[in-house]
């Protein structure tokens, strides 16, 4: 109990942000739908979310595309991020609906997507701790169910996000990095965790998955002879994909 209660610490007083609840949304769009279903989240939909936004409902809202798309109808081609200062905010996302008609000028059901997608998931995460966001294109998500949760976390905050910070921005390097916790849906075969690393790039994004390409150096070497993450997480990430930014309103920070 006394290591939980220091590890609660450390993360509250890590990062101010570490109240965020963040909504992710997965869909399936079949390729040639892809042009009308962007196309349309990007036209209109966007506008309600930014008026949510302009009026203290969410603070941000992310729009993306999986990079090598699937025709796998079970796996998401697309991703909505929705991110809430609170719980209590959370729960009354609803009213950011309500006055879809009076935003887009028209009938909400004329520019509905929900006949060219399939909503395959929707998972609620609270923000652990994050880098500030520089410039982004494309996002490195990393999904985990680690063994020992409070040590990854613990390890993550203390060796490398100080090493994250660093390098933050520089040349092919990250320009954002954070850390969600699960919160709902759990079970044995859901993750419990997600890192995500922030690239301005496609290549920086690739190379910084190519075990070929790492670039080794004392200072690399030290921080992984301290690193405990075989013991933490033995079995590493259960599953790492790239998503393309398509859209960014507001700020989560």
Same mark, same amino acid.
């Given at each position: &109990?006394?290591?939980? %209660? ?9 990062? &101010? !942000? ?32 930014? /008026?949510?936004?302009?009026?203290? /409902? &969410? ?60 909503? %395959?998931?929707? /998972? ?7 880098? $500030?966001?520089?410039? !982004? ?11 020992? !949760?409070?040590? !990854? ?5 203390? %060796?490398? &996000? ?22 709902? $849906? ?5 993750? #419990? ?8 790039? %496609?290549? #920086? ?12 150096? /004392? ?7 301290? #690193? ?5 997480? $033995? ?15 507001? #700020?989560?920070?």
């Amino acid at each position: &109990m006394k290591k939980l %209660l220091m590890l609660l610490a450390l993360v509250f007083t890590t990062s &101010m !942000f570490a109240q965020n609840i963040v909504h992710i949304q997965y869909r399936y769009v079949a390729s040639e739908n892809v042009a009308e279903f962007e196309s349309l989240e990007t036209d209109h939909w966007s506008k309600i979310k930014k /008026n949510a936004i302009d009026n203290g /409902n &969410m603070l941000a809202s992310a729009f993306f595309r999986l990079y090598g798309r699937t025709d796998d109808e079970s796996q998401p081609t697309h991703a909505f991020v929705q991110v809430y200062e609170s719980f209590e905010q959370y729960e009354d996302q609803m009213k950011i609906w309500g006055n879809a008609e009076q935003i887009l000028g028209f009938d909400p059901a004329l520019a509905s997507t929900n006949h060219i997608s399939k909503t %395959l998931y929707n /998972n609620t995460y609270k923000l652990i701790a994050e880098l $500030p966001m520089g410039e !982004f294109k494309y996002a490195v998500w990393n999904l985990a169910k680690p063994k020992d !949760f409070n040590g !990854f976390v613990n390890e993550n905050l203390n %060796l490398w &996000m100080p090493y994250f910070k660093k390098n933050l921005g520089k040349d092919g390097a990250r320009s954002g990095w954070g850390i969600l916790a699960r919160l709902h $849906p759990k079970g044995m075969d859901e993750s #419990s965790v997600i890192t995500y690393d922030h690239y301005k790039d %496609l290549s #920086s994004a690739l190379r910084s998955l190519s075990p070929m390409d790492v670039v080794s150096s /004392n200072e690399i070497d030290a921080l992984i002879s301290k #690193s405990k993450m075989s013991k933490y997480d $033995p079995d590493g990430f259960r599953y790492t994909n790239i998503w393309e930014l398509i859209e960014l309103l507001g #700020s989560p920070q």
